[in-house]
């Protein structure tokens, strides 16, 4: 019957015994601390603008975007790849500025234009920095393309596409551990040459 014995019993139902007969002043105490230093959760709603369509969420105030999207949206397109804000997986456009969704927290947004991977294509009809990605082998696993793509959307949009130079500079936060930096430039280069 495995390895219960008699002496392994009495150990743990000392154990359990003891646990049993701290006061219920010294668990008072326990549960006072606790509350000071881990306050609990703030669940406010917020009413949020996502890829032109309108969610009313409750959401705690620690939450951030990229968690109230994959968790509570079902919009997985962000990818959770560091959850430190180092690695441009998670980059969406808030009204219209590139931002690292897990650095940036659900209360904020009230009023604001999120725009995910998601939101990019209208209909069928891929962004043309999707496509150019496509076309020019800007991808190999994919799991950083969302990020990539949302960064090379505003890397174009902002007008940093003078130089190769200038180019990977400004998509410096976008890692790929593919190495697939090659095709990305050229996917830019694509879109901004038109």
């Known amino acids: 019957m495995g390895n219960y014995n008699r002496r392994t019993f009495i150990k743990y139902t000392g154990l359990l015994t003891f646990f049993a007969a701290i006061p219920s002043s010294v668990k008072g105490f326990y549960n006072d601390v606790k509350n000071i230093f881990v306050p609990s959760k703030k669940v406010i709603p917020v009413k949020l603008s996502i890829n032109k369509k309108m969610y009313n969420v409750d959401s705690d105030t620690r939450t951030t975007l990229l968690d109230l999207l994959r968790e509570n949206l079902q919009l997985t397109g962000a990818k959770k790849g560091c959850d430190h804000g180092q690695c441009g997986a998670c980059t969406v ?100 040459a038109k």
Do not use: W
């Not at 596409?161 to 697939?180: D, F, Q």
């Open 93 to 192: 456009h808030i009204d219209g500025q590139r931002a690292l969704s897990c650095l940036t927290f659900t209360a904020m947004l009230p009023g604001k234009e999120i725009t995910t991977i998601e939101g990019l294509a209208q209909g069928d009809d891929l962004h043309p920095m999707q496509q150019a990605f496509i076309e020019c082998d800007g991808f190999q696993c994919g799991y950083c393309t969302p990020g990539q793509i949302m960064s090379a959307v505003a890397c174009v949009k902002e007008g940093h596409t003078g130089s190769v130079a200038e180019i990977k500079e400004y998509m410096s936060g976008n890692l790929c551990r593919c190495g697939a930096y090659n095709g990305i430039v050229k996917s830019i280069q694509k879109v901004a």
